[in-house]
């Protein structure tokens, strides 16, 4: 007998995936049990995943018709689907401005991590929440032109290196390794699990340079922002003039600092030290 | 020497943010960048934009000569500028490399 279907609920588009593997539905229920509802009456995207002799073969279904995919392994499979739904919904959802960014909550605003990938936007992340900061999502954010709300993404938050045991930022004993990831599931965070929109304020934009230096926390300007939020969007075709308006009226929206990362404890306290002054004006 | 008409320009606060499809790159100008820029309308020289500078910015025209020309050669390395026809009467030469 399969397992029964898992429903996720994401940008307000209904998403199921079946698959015929137990060890496949743990797997998913551990990187997205913070996407799962109940609410789901109409699947928009729909996912059956299957064993093969290679590893695992996806067949996904919308609207916009089918197609399949495969995946060697476990963490190809998690990687292979991730990359594909939120492509799907950003076909189905093209009034949002999807960035590759973490989205953290502190009091009630949102503020986003932004930088490319290996920059330290996750480590950051993790760091954050380990000081009060609730999460939205470790790697994609999607924003509402319209009130500049970001759409929370809470999946497991991945990260391609671990603090070392000993450090006050040690993942959880829970944390999932699939490959050279780590998924630490959402359950096991200290903080609260964000599941609606919520109104961006500021914007950090991450530069890991060394742990051995002192990291830099300096206010930039709204172009300079919007120029390296245009850099991390993910779908900017789908908006007038190619995206720019949408990353400038993002920066003009928010206040925009550079962040040179360096030992995570003190990149943590300058972030945290810019909310506070934000949250104070 | 003006700029190229496919470019996606969106003034930001006194600066300037540039797209250019045809080499994926973006640009950003700072505000003093951002008025040169301004000034570029196919009918200035380089000496009339210094001039203009030099009344805005209070800065000496030998001085301000010296920056816009170096600006305006970034932008041509950048290809920010629309090629112009030695004939079509602008008073500036077909940039040679």
């Known amino acids: ?281 | 020497m003006r700029p190229r008409l496919d470019l996606i320009v969106r003034e930001v606060q006194g600066e300037t943010v540039i797209l250019d499809r045809s080499t994926d790159q973006l640009h950003t100008l700072n505000a003093t960048a951002s008025f040169i820029w301004s000034q570029l309308d196919g009918r200035k020289t380089v000496q009339d934009v210094a001039l203009v500078v030099s009344r805005m910015f209070g800065v000496d025209v030998g001085v301000a000569e010296r920056d816009v020309s170096t600006l305006i050669d970034s932008f041509r390395d950048q290809q920010l500028l629309q090629e112009e026809d030695p004939d079509n009467g602008t008073g500036e030469p077909v940039p040679t490399k």
């Open chain 1, 1 to 281: 007998m399969f397992p029964s279907p898992i429903h996720l609920r994401f940008v307000d588009l209904g998403i199921e995936i079946q698959s015929s593997c137990p060890d496949v539905d743990a797997l998913i229920v551990a990187n997205y049990s913070a996407l799962q509802s109940d609410e789901v009456t109409r699947a928009d995207l729909a996912y059956e995943i299957s064993e093969s002799e290679r590893g695992f073969i996806v067949t996904r279904s919308s609207t916009r018709g089918t197609a399949v995919l495969s995946a060697r392994d476990p963490s190809e499979l998690l990687f292979i689907l991730e990359k594909d739904l939120v492509v799907e919904c950003e076909k189905l959802r093209p009034d949002l401005y999807f960035l590759h960014a973490a989205a953290l909550r502190f009091c009630d605003m949102a503020f986003l991590l932004v930088g490319e990938s290996g920059g330290g936007k996750s480590t950051t992340c993790w760091g954050l929440i380990n000081h009060g900061c609730d999460y939205l999502s470790d790697e994609l954010a999607p924003i509402s032109l319209q009130d500049f709300k970001i759409h929370p993404f809470p999946h497991a938050l991945c990260l391609k290196s671990e603090p070392p045991p000993q450090s006050p930022y040690r993942v959880p004993q829970e944390t999932l390794r699939t490959g050279p990831t780590s998924h630490i599931p959402t359950e096991t965070f200290p903080v609260s699990i964000v599941r609606s929109p919520v109104p961006l304020a500021v914007i950090f934009h991450v530069q890991h340079l060394s742990t051995d230096i002192t990291p830099s926390v300096i206010e930039i300007s709204a172009a300079q922002s919007a120029a390296l939020l245009y850099a991390n969007a993910l779908n900017p075709l789908s908006h007038a003039r190619d995206g720019l308006d949408a990353a400038v009226d993002i920066a003009r929206h928010s206040r925009s600092f550079q962040v040179f990362s360096g030992a995570l404890d003190l990149t943590v306290a300058e972030i945290m030290s810019k909310l506070d002054k934000a949250r104070a004006l």
